[in-house]
């Protein structure tokens, strides 16, 4: 039987990907900070093992893979999906926001890598997915803090991908767009594609079964924003100058 570990697996993505691994036959080990919705998710879900887990913690991490490892196996499979969103634009801007944001969704992911990597690379097998999102392509308005620390994790990934590789691990990176998760309903925004936490967990699994690099969907909005990505600064100020308020 497989075995898969999950953080941020309490709610939102994290829990539906936990929910539709195990249905799947997968063993899944479910990290999150809240022991509450961790033991009730295991309660529900047979296969699902919780793993309380502050990502922030370079050395809780470090002791979790070694813990893990040791009383279920070799992990095959890790999802670093542990993040968080603060909205934040010129007018509310926080150098202790923008610090969260890089503690939980940067930082956060290289904790898990950091614990990983040797260990997969030493046996050259194993598959890493980290989450990041659509909005780390560039620099949306009102998602200062939250587009800076996700385009950190796609270039951190990009980097390490071919030296991987080479390795006998597959690292990917999971680039949603809109999911309706508890983090999402902070946002007083239109947006556009939303789709649930259960079809987001259905795209994931659909890209965990290749070695693709990238997992981006809904198919659409993803599209969208890589044309995005590609404009010149000109054209894409004149773009998000008319997502501001009023």
């Known amino acids: 039987m497989s075995l898969a570990w999950v953080t941020g697996a309490s709610s939102g993505i994290g829990r539906a990907l936990a929910v539709r691994l195990a249905g799947d036959g997968w063993t899944v080990i479910a990290s999150a900070r809240s022991s509450e919705g961790l033991n009730a998710l295991a309660t529900e879900v047979p296969g699902i093992v919780p793993w309380p887990l502050d990502v922030t913690d370079h050395a809780a991490v470090a002791a979790a893979v070694a813990g893990i490892e040791a009383a279920h196996g070799p ?3 890790a999802v670093l999906n542990a993040g968080t969103h603060i909205p934040m634009g010129a007018a509310d801007f926080s150098a202790a926001t923008v610090r969260r944001l890089l503690e939980v969704n940067t930082l956060g992911a290289v904790n898990g890598l950091d614990a990983l990597l040797p260990r997969m690379r030493e046996r050259r097998a194993g598959q890493i997915a980290v989450v990041a999102s659509v909005a780390g392509y560039r620099g949306l308005p009102y998602a200062a803090a939250y587009a800076a620390s996700k385009a950190a994790v796609i270039a951190l990934c990009e980097s390490l991908r071919p030296d991987l590789e080479r390795d006998g691990v597959i690292l990917q990176v999971i680039n949603p767009g809109f999911v309706d998760t508890p983090l999402t309903e902070r946002n007083d925004f239109p947006m556009p594609d939303i789709i649930t936490a259960q079809d987001a ?10 070695t693709r690099f990238e997992i981006a969907f809904p198919r659409r909005f993803a599209f969208g924003m890589k044309v995005l990505r590609s404009l010149p600064y000109g054209v894409f100020f004149a773009i998000t100058k008319r997502m501001l308020r009023p």
């Open 75 to 77: 992990l095959d499979l």
């Open 201 to 210: 967990a259905a795209a994931i699994v659909r890209g965990l079964s290749g």
